[in-house]
């Protein structure tokens, strides 16, 4: 394979390149939970705006004070319609659960799955994955924790520092550790998603502790993918977010398009670290043959139908005497 | 026999922990009878010299001196007071370009518990076409600020009462703004304005050969302001019709609602109360316009946002899966 040359961040966007597949298909329901979860909001809005000049403020600009109207307004009340955003992502979020083994999967064997097979990996390792995400939930209160700790820490420099910002600052740095203390702890769960994928591993905790040790183990270089590739994302939001600042305000298709774009990007990165993380795995981890599992639904055996032939002419079987008929 | 002997033996205990209760809730009601403030120092008085005598200077009989406020300009068209008393709408045949008015009947005495209502609400507004916006802003900083210095200057060193800042600010307008103190200091009330209905229809609607042309045919506007809250307060509307006219119109907000009627060879485009953005008492104003054709911009523009927050939220939380 041409990829083997590459660096495993060069090999994963490649690999995302060629299974862009997967993709589109994840860009489309998270536009289709956009859309579902914005529908109630937007319908509240134009029943307030659609006949009214106060509009023209939002329009032809956007005056965040008219906007924040739309909260506060008892009539309106937009905050109350944001549930249904939280519901779509919730599902969202549940849809990306579900569909990480298929997507895994494919990355591993690095070939358009069906949707059957797709949907059978995904199926597969839907509830392992669970599991793993409720193991994460401990690292993940351990990161918040020492977050927690850091800032009070920079609260309580802050306060007795001499210069105004060094809070500030210190803030800053307590959030950027944080930030980096979760990537790392993503990492971790991605290789433990990944190597149940290669394995078929049912045990979790087992697997979750192989995974530290991998990537314990290859930590530098592993962050490293991990941290290039969010730095990606980051940039390519901040980027997205300037160009949108600067589009003239009445510009509204050329705003949705860059705000998709925005989006596109930010899950084309998640996919990628993925993908990345597959190459990884598969090129200095574990050594584990492609074919080891199987996971595919298999093919319905061919089932031959017998023609009835005429019997052959066989002596009659010896039956034992022949009954009486029954109402002799 | 057994339960009844067990039921005896309850008793007593029960009877026992009832009266340590009743004890325990007689030293704490006699406490807080016999606590107290201690109000009085147990020191010998302080020796404080006497305060000086207060002077405040009678204003009270005297007649507020008048300030000239700045002439009001004329505008065109202008349309009748909203304040006319209501009447009858008449065939409007000699000046189709004049409205009619009709104003909701005038709403029943308040009870006593709600706050009075406007002794006299003046007639007119102090509002001037969009031209001399600014000298009608700087006229009025520069009247509160007198007001300001006068208060602080006749009750400086001394513990004015609200009665004191508002009796100063009647004496330096030079008006009685009783109606408003009474309202937005001592009441309840809330100010919402709202554009009820604001259509126009063909005169002539009943013609079966009716066809409607642009400047031609001629339409019977009608235009409903509504007070949907109790703060009476008097706001003017800009009425605008599709061939680039505009119309101001004038209301003290007495009646519930008024209603302007117009004949012309123009449709409405759009009603706006207070389209200067001055009533900032106005607890929505977005009700405060109305446009006959739909305004789509705001809408689609907050629906994209709320589509991409929504999409970046899902991806944010996706990154945990």
Same mark, same amino acid.
């Given at each position: 394979?041409?990829?083997?040359? =590459?660096?495993?961040?060069a090999?994963?966007f490649?690999?995302l390149?060629?299974?862009?597949?997967?993709? &589109?298909?994840?860009?489309?329901?998270?536009?289709?939970?956009?859309?579902?979860?914005?529908g109630?909001?937007?319908?509240?809005?134009a029943?307030?705006?659609s006949?009214s000049?106060?509009?023209?403020k939002?329009?032809?600009?956007?005056?965040? !004070?008219?906007?924040?109207?739309?909260?506060?307004?008892p009539?309106?009340?937009?905050?109350?319609?944001?549930?249904?955003?939280?519901?779509?992502?919730?599902?969202?979020?549940?849809?990306?659960?579900?569909?990480?083994?298929?997507i895994?999967?494919?990355?591993?064997?690095?070939?358009?799955?069906?949707?059957?097979?797709?949907?059978?990996a995904?199926?597969?390792?839907? &509830?392992?994955?669970?599991?793993?995400?409720?193991?994460?939930?401990?690292?993940?209160?351990?990161?918040?924790?020492?977050?927690?700790?850091?800032s =009070?820490?920079?609260?309580?420099? !802050?306060?007795?520092?001499?210069?105004?910002?060094?809070?500030?600052?210190?803030?800053?740095?307590?959030?950027?550790?944080?930030?980096?203390?979760?990537?790392?702890?993503?990492?971790?769960?991605?290789?433990?998603?990944?190597?149940?994928?290669?394995r078929?591993?049912?045990?979790?905790?087992?697997?979750l502790?192989?995974s &530290?040790?991998i990537?314990?183990?290859?930590?530098?270089?592993?962050?490293?993918?991990?941290?290039?590739?969010?730095?990606?994302? &980051?940039?390519?939001?901040?980027?997205g977010?300037?160009?949108?600042a600067?589009?003239p305000?009445?510009?509204?298709?050329?705003?949705?398009?860059?705000?998709?774009?925005?989006?596109?990007?930010?899950?084309?990165?998640?996919?990628?670290?993925?993908?990345?993380?597959?190459?990884?795995?598969?090129?200095?981890?574990?050594?584990?043959?492609?074919?080891?599992?199987?996971?595919?639904?298999?093919h319905?055996?061919?089932?031959?139908?017998?023609?009835?032939? #005429?019997?052959?002419?066989? #002596?009659?079987?010896?039956?034992?005497?022949?009954?009486p008929?029954?109402?002799? | 026999?057994?339960?009844?002997?067990?039921?005896?033996?309850?008793?007593?205990?029960?009877?026992?922990?009832?009266?340590?209760?009743?004890?325990?809730?007689?030293?704490?009601?006699?406490?807080?009878?016999?606590?107290?403030?201690?109000?009085?120092?147990?020191?010998?008085?302080?020796?404080?010299p006497? /305060?000086?005598?207060?002077?405040?200077?009678?204003?009270?009989?005297?007649?507020?001196q008048?300030?000239?406020?700045?002439?009001?300009?004329?505008?065109?068209?202008?349309? /009748?007071?909203?304040?006319? /008393?209501?009447?009858?709408?008449?065939?409007?045949?000699?000046?189709?370009?004049?409205?009619?008015?009709?104003?909701?009947?005038?709403?029943?005495?308040?009870?006593v518990?709600?706050?009075?209502?406007?002794?006299?609400?003046?007639t007119?507004?102090?509002?001037?076409?969009?031209?001399?916006?600014?000298?009608?802003?700087?006229?009025?900083r520069?009247t509160?600020?007198?007001?300001?210095?006068? *208060?602080?200057?006749?009750?400086?060193?001394?513990?004015?009462?609200q009665?004191?800042?508002?009796?100063?600010?009647?004496?330096?307008?030079?008006?009685?703004?009783?109606? *408003?103190?009474?309202q937005?200091m001592?009441?309840?009330q809330?100010?919402?304005?709202?554009?009820?209905?604001?259509?126009?229809?063909?005169?002539?609607?009943?013609?079966?050969?009716?066809?409607?042309?642009? +400047?031609?045919?001629?339409?019977?506007?009608q235009?409903?302001?509504?007070?949907?809250?109790?703060?009476?307060?008097?706001?003017e509307?800009?009425?605008?019709?599709?061939?680039?006219?505009?119309?101001?119109?004038?209301w003290d +907000?007495?009646?519930?609602?008024?209603?302007?009627?117009?004949?012309?060879?123009?449709?409405?485009?759009s009603?706006?109360?207070? /389209?200067?953005?001055r009533?900032?008492?106005?607890r929505?104003?977005?009700n405060?316009?109305?446009?006959?054709?739909?305004?789509?911009?705001a809408?689609?523009?907050?629906?994209?946002?709320?589509?991409?927050?929504?999409?970046?939220l899902?991806?944010?939380?996706?990154?945990?899966?």
């Amino acid at each position: 394979m041409a990829d083997d040359q =590459k660096g495993p961040v060069a090999a994963g966007f490649s690999l995302l390149w060629r299974r862009q597949g997967v993709l &589109w298909w994840v860009f489309v329901v998270n536009l289709l939970c956009g859309a579902l979860g914005a529908g109630p909001a937007a319908i509240r809005t134009a029943h307030a705006l659609s006949h009214s000049l106060a509009g023209q403020k939002l329009s032809n600009g956007f005056d965040l !004070g008219m906007f924040f109207e739309l909260f506060r307004l008892p009539d309106i009340d937009l905050i109350r319609y944001s549930t249904s955003s939280y519901v779509f992502a919730f599902l969202f979020f549940l849809f990306m659960l579900f569909v990480t083994g298929g997507i895994l999967e494919t990355y591993r064997q690095d070939h358009r799955l069906r949707t059957g097979d797709f949907f059978a990996a995904s199926g597969a390792f839907f &509830w392992r994955f669970v599991r793993l995400l409720l193991l994460s939930i401990i690292p993940f209160a351990i990161v918040g924790m020492i977050y927690q700790g850091l800032s =009070k820490l920079a609260d309580h420099i !802050g306060d007795r520092a001499i210069a105004d910002q060094v809070g500030i600052f210190l803030g800053w740095a307590a959030m950027l550790i944080f930030l980096l203390l979760a990537l790392w702890v993503r990492l971790w769960f991605d290789i433990a998603q990944v190597r149940a994928v290669a394995r078929n591993e049912r045990g979790m905790w087992r697997n979750l502790w192989k995974s &530290w040790r991998i990537t314990w183990h290859d930590s530098r270089h592993l962050f490293r993918i991990y941290f290039s590739i969010s730095l990606v994302a &980051w940039v390519t939001l901040v980027i997205g977010l300037v160009i949108w600042a600067h589009l003239p305000p009445t510009s509204l298709p050329l705003s949705f398009v860059l705000l998709e774009l925005i989006v596109l990007a930010q899950l084309m990165t998640r996919l990628w670290q993925l993908a990345s993380a597959t190459t990884w795995y598969q090129r200095h981890a574990e050594v584990v043959a492609v074919e080891a599992v199987i996971l595919t639904t298999p093919h319905p055996e061919e089932i031959v139908e017998t023609t009835p032939s #005429p019997a052959p002419d066989l #002596p009659p079987a010896d039956l034992g005497p022949e009954l009486p008929p029954a109402d002799a | 026999m057994r339960e009844g002997a067990k039921a005896r033996r309850q008793k007593g205990p029960r009877c026992a922990r009832a009266f340590v209760h009743l004890c325990m809730c007689a030293v704490l009601v006699s406490g807080c009878v016999r606590a107290r403030a201690k109000a009085q120092p147990d020191g010998p008085p302080l020796d404080v010299p006497a /305060p000086p005598p207060r002077v405040v200077e009678p204003v009270g009989n005297e007649p507020p001196q008048l300030i000239p406020l700045p002439e009001e300009p004329r505008r065109t068209p202008v349309g /009748p007071r909203a304040t006319a /008393p209501p009447r009858a709408e008449q065939p409007n045949t000699t000046k189709p370009e004049a409205p009619k008015v009709e104003a909701a009947p005038a709403e029943p005495p308040k009870s006593v518990e709600e706050a009075p209502k406007p002794a006299a609400p003046p007639t007119a507004l102090q509002t001037t076409p969009p031209g001399a916006q600014a000298e009608v802003e700087r006229n009025i900083r520069a009247t509160m600020a007198r007001a300001m210095r006068a *208060y602080f200057m006749k009750y400086r060193f001394t513990h004015p009462t609200q009665e004191d800042f508002m009796r100063t600010v009647n004496e330096v307008s030079g008006r009685d703004l009783s109606w *408003y103190w009474n309202q937005a200091m001592f009441g309840t009330q809330v100010l919402d304005y709202e554009v009820l209905r604001a259509d126009s229809n063909p005169v002539n609607w009943f013609d079966d050969n009716l066809k409607e042309k642009k +400047g031609e045919t001629e339409y019977e506007t009608q235009v409903i302001l509504h007070r949907k809250g109790d703060f009476v307060f008097p706001v003017e509307a800009v009425v605008k019709f599709d061939n680039g006219e505009t119309t101001f119109e004038r209301w003290d +907000g007495k009646e519930r609602w008024v209603r302007y009627v117009y004949r012309k060879k123009a449709q409405v485009e759009s009603v706006q109360i207070d /389209p200067d953005y001055r009533v900032t008492l106005d607890r929505d104003y977005l009700n405060n316009s109305h446009t006959t054709e739909s305004q789509h911009g705001a809408v689609h523009k907050v629906a994209t946002y709320w589509m991409f927050l929504t999409q970046f939220l899902a991806q944010m939380l996706s990154w945990l899966a």
